[in-house]
């Protein structure tokens, strides 16, 4: 199974995009309140920092994926040991994600339908492209509903640029300093973070070195969109209005009108939810399944699928509401452990181990 580096490039920007804009905004805008932009773009360069280091320790073996270079660095029983973050963070968010986009649209498209009908149709399109397709498949999507996702947020963004009042976003850190805007920023940096998925998936590039570049340009696109996106919600709805809206960027789809012709575009924040969430689930069932199996030593990883699935439901079930789903998870589980260890703390702590062993070997060679 191989990828090239264009599509790692829209895997990266599809399965960030969506739940960046959708999730991310309203917490960021309550924290720096109209300097949330800068907060985004703070998130962004931390975030291409996570891509780069994450980029840089798998290119030290680009033929392994992470669970086997784990057991290249730290030796076999402690490389297994340090993986286990890792499948309890990717099991636990393919659940919250399924709570999450069923929920999204279930409120926007199917609001009759029961939520477990919407969680096992999402399941069962996303087993297909991993058991048919594999990564290829999952790659090939991405280069179909990728530039899809871009074009309708530049659309969105133009068209919504008549309803926008520059004054909004002032004064610019006054109101909030650099503590308020570091901390606005923690939500999005835990999101533009995911990018770390590339320590599973570099080994399937064809051209590793690359692949890096274009997820690192994957990571810098999406934060462009995003903190523009940012800057017109506050210029539309104010600081005030943005924090207290549970999704910011689609009500701000829904104040858009065109000489009274074009109206409710909330439908197409929607299409970009569906298929930003379909590529995001797809890469999380891959590496789940794909990781177990070599964590396992079960040669056939598409056996694995049916475990995740099994527990991707159960998951999903167990949150009461999408406020346990989205908040709960984010601040009790997401932001102090996901983030400090599984997208920073580990990632540097093998690269620094990585490249002294390699150093080591070059010197007794």
């Excluded at 680009?62 to 660095?73: A, G, H, L, V």
């Excluded at 009500?251 to 929607?270: D, G």
């Excluded at 970009?272 to 789940?288: D, E, N, P, R």
């Amino acid at each position: 199974m191989k990828i090239s580096k264009y599509q790692i490039f829209w895997m990266i920007v599809s399965l960030e995009i969506g739940m960046v804009l959708l999730l991310t905004q309203s917490p960021a805008i309550e924290e720096a309140k109209q300097d949330a932009w800068i907060s985004f773009i703070f998130a962004g360069l931390a975030g291409i920092g996570i891509s780069f280091a994450a980029g840089k320790l798998s290119l030290l073996y680009p033929n392994q994926t992470f669970i086997q270079y784990s057991q290249s660095i730290l030796g076999k029983w402690l490389g297994r040991i340090i993986v286990i973050p890792y499948f309890i963070h990717w099991l636990s968010v393919i659940g919250v994600i399924f709570r999450q986009s069923s929920e999204v649209i279930q409120m926007t498209l199917f609001t009759s339908t029961p939520l477990f009908i919407l969680i096992v149709l999402l399941l069962l399109l996303v087993i297909y492209v991993n058991y048919i397709g594999g990564i290829e498949g999952i790659g090939r999507c991405s280069e179909i509903m990728g530039p899809l996702i871009l074009l309708m947020v530049i659309i969105t963004l133009f068209l919504n640029f008549n309803n926008i009042e520059w004054d909004k976003i002032l004064p610019v850190y006054t109101d909030s300093g650099l503590k308020s805007i570091l901390q606005g920023g923690l939500t999005p940096v835990s999101f533009y973070g995911e990018s770390v998925l590339m320590m599973m998936l570099l080994s399937f590039t064809e051209e590793p070195k690359k692949g890096v570049t274009w997820a690192v340009w994957g990571v810098g696109v999406v934060t462009i969109l995003v903190t523009i996106s940012t800057l017109e919600i506050l210029m539309v709805f104010g600081a005030n209005l943005s924090s207290r809206l549970w999704y910011p960027y689609f009500e701000m789809a829904r104040y858009i009108s065109l000489m009274q012709f074009l109206q409710n575009l909330e439908i197409v924040v929607t299409v970009i939810w569906i298929f930003s969430v379909f590529i995001k689930l797809s890469i999380y069932l891959f590496v789940s399944s794909y990781g177990i199996a070599q964590w396992l030593n079960i040669k056939d990883w598409r056996k694995v699928i049916w475990f995740v699935a099994i527990a991707s439901i159960v998951l999903s079930l167990i949150y009461p509401n999408n406020n346990v789903a989205s908040v709960s998870y984010l601040e009790k589980y997401w932001l102090p452990f996901v983030l400090p260890i599984n997208m920073i703390g580990i990632p540097l702590l093998l690269w620094g181990i990585g490249v002294i062993r390699k150093n080591s070997q070059q010197i007794d060679e």
